[in-house]
């Protein structure tokens, strides 16, 4: 009977105050919506990963903008040329912009989970 009670009072403080988010990320701005769009439409999850999610053939892409020796323009680089395993998907210079956008938003969303959980 004790540990129902305890259950029980665990239970309400989880989905009262337990689940209090200080720190919520803001929404997507209208650029990184259209980036994730693109995301979804190329695909792009089943060679990265977001937050651990998605394919092993490219590098995971969370915190890519904000990894030292990395950021905007490298991401840039690579949508518009490619690589070796990365087609070039011929994207204009708004769908990159797109793109960079909704990476820099998981990237700060990241960084807010992480401040989280300390």
């Not at 693109?38 to 590098?59: A, I, K, M, V």
């Not at 990894?67 to 070039?88: C, H, N, T, W």
Request: hydrophobic fraction near 35%; aromatic fraction near 12%; proline fraction near 3%.
């Amino acid at each position: 009977m004790l540990l129902f009670f305890l259950y029980l009072i665990f239970t309400i403080w989880v989905y009262s105050a337990g689940t209090e988010n200080r720190n919520i990320p803001e929404r997507m701005n209208e650029d990184a919506y259209a980036g994730k769009l693109l995301y979804q439409e190329y695909n792009c999850s089943s060679c990265h990963q977001l937050f651990g999610l998605g394919g092993y053939l490219g590098p995971e892409l969370t915190n890519v903008i904000s990894s030292k020796g990395k950021g905007e323009d490298y991401v840039k680089a690579f949508l518009k040329i490619g690589s070796r395993q990365m087609p070039d998907f011929q994207l204009d210079s708004l769908q990159s912009h797109q793109l960079v956008s909704f990476l820099a938003h998981i990237d700060s969303s990241a960084k807010n989970k992480i401040n989280l959980n300390r």
